[in-house]
């Protein structure tokens, strides 16, 4: 069975994302279709996960390079991590007032789950 999911994920906490990440592989690897959406303070984990030698940055790196991973324009600038998102080539989003639309995703067809 084919379904879709979101991950909005809002948090700073590196355990949970990897949590995400291995679950958002799983879905993905499952023939369903997968986004993680990076909002608020979890921008910031993009100095951790830009470092190879930190753990899961593989998979993040991994999923990335899929397409799954975008992050959110204005939290990404708070957090200063837009310059690493570009040069990571993760997808900077801003269709709700600079932040990411739900309504797209729910619209598409997409389970949300916040994190």
């Given at each position: 069975?084919?379904?879709k999911?979101?991950?909005?994920?809002?948090?700073?906490?590196?355990?949970?994302?990897?949590?995400?990440?291995?679950?958002?592989?799983?879905?993905?690897?499952?023939?369903?279709?997968?986004?993680?959406?990076?909002?608020?303070?979890?921008?910031?984990?993009?100095?951790?996960?830009?470092?190879?030698?930190?753990?899961?940055?593989?998979?993040?790196?991994?999923?990335?390079?899929?397409?799954?991973?975008?992050?959110?324009?204005?939290?990404?600038s708070?957090?200063?991590?837009?310059?690493?998102?570009?040069?990571?080539?993760?997808?900077?989003?801003?269709?709700?007032?600079?932040?990411?639309?739900?309504?797209?995703?729910?619209?598409?067809?997409?389970?949300?789950?916040?994190?």
């Amino acid at each position: 069975m084919q379904s879709k999911v979101a991950f909005f994920v809002l948090s700073r906490d590196l355990g949970a994302l990897i949590h995400i990440l291995r679950c958002a592989k799983d879905i993905s690897t499952a023939g369903s279709e997968v986004r993680i959406v990076l909002e608020d303070k979890a921008p910031a984990l993009l100095f951790e996960l830009g470092d190879a030698t930190r753990p899961a940055a593989a998979l993040f790196e991994e999923l990335v390079r899929g397409g799954v991973v975008m992050v959110c324009r204005t939290c990404t600038s708070k957090n200063e991590a837009l310059s690493i998102a570009e040069e990571m080539k993760i997808p900077v989003v801003d269709d709700l007032d600079g932040h990411v639309s739900m309504r797209v995703f729910v619209e598409k067809g997409y389970t949300i789950i916040m994190k």
